[in-house]
């Protein structure tokens, strides 16, 4: 499973580099009647608008371990910001600057309540933006600068900086001028 996520994470990196500023080509393979290889899905996603001026868009959604193959597109399935039991959610997520106005207007805990009854216990979030999931979660920083908030500390990440998120209260803020794009892998994961 592993290969395959990362082998996922390289080809949408890839695919990022020639997309639209707002949307992502996304190439799904699959066997056909003959189990020849073929492509099942070629087309350019849009990143779909969201609060606080944040656009995403699910690239792929599996809902079993091990994974299963689809022939019909997993990713246009209504889902929160969790992964399914036992599943995974591809995305890419555009985080807009946040400016000093829109954040004092948040509602507190704005995404934990998003994220609802699947997220392990932990301490209170402190900013409207922080959460945690029950997940494994892969971050790739695509363009952009970010500042990812943890309960104590900030940490400043980079275009090709990585962050591995195990089920933590984090937050993503855009302190800068620039949208800033990630990729990211949730894979449902073990209360902490």
């Known amino acids: 499973m592993i290969r395959t996520v990362l082998s996922s994470i390289v080809i949408a990196v890839l695919s990022c580099s020639t997309a639209a500023a707002g949307d992502i080509r996304r190439v799904v393979t699959g066997l056909d009647g003959n189990d020849k290889a073929v492509v099942l899905f070629d ?3 849009p990143l779909a608008p969201g609060p606080y001026g944040i656009t995403s868009v699910n690239l792929w959604i599996t809902d079993s371990y091990p994974a299963g193959y689809y022939k019909d597109d997993p990713a246009t399935k209504p889902i929160g910001i969790s992964p399914p039991d ?5 995305r890419v997520v555009e985080f807009p600057p946040l400016d000093a106005t829109t954040e004092a207007k948040m509602e507190p805990n704005f995404v934990q309540k998003l994220v609802g009854d699947r997220a392990p216990k932990g301490r209170p979030v402190t900013h409207p933006l922080m959460h945690r999931t029950r997940s494994v979660d892969y971050a790739v920083i695509l363009t952009g600068e970010i500042e990812m908030m943890l309960d104590d500390s900030v940490v400043r990440l980079k275009p090709g900086d990585v962050v591995v998120q195990q089920a933590t209260n984090h937050a993503w803020i855009n302190r800068g ?15 902490p």
Do not use: E, H, W, Y
Not at 178 to 191: N, S, T
């Open 43 to 45: 087309s350019r996603l």
């Open 177 to 191: 001028t620039q949208p800033c794009r990630i990729l990211f892998v949730l894979m449902d994961a073990k209360q």
């Open 86 to 90: 036992n599943g995974t959610k591809f």
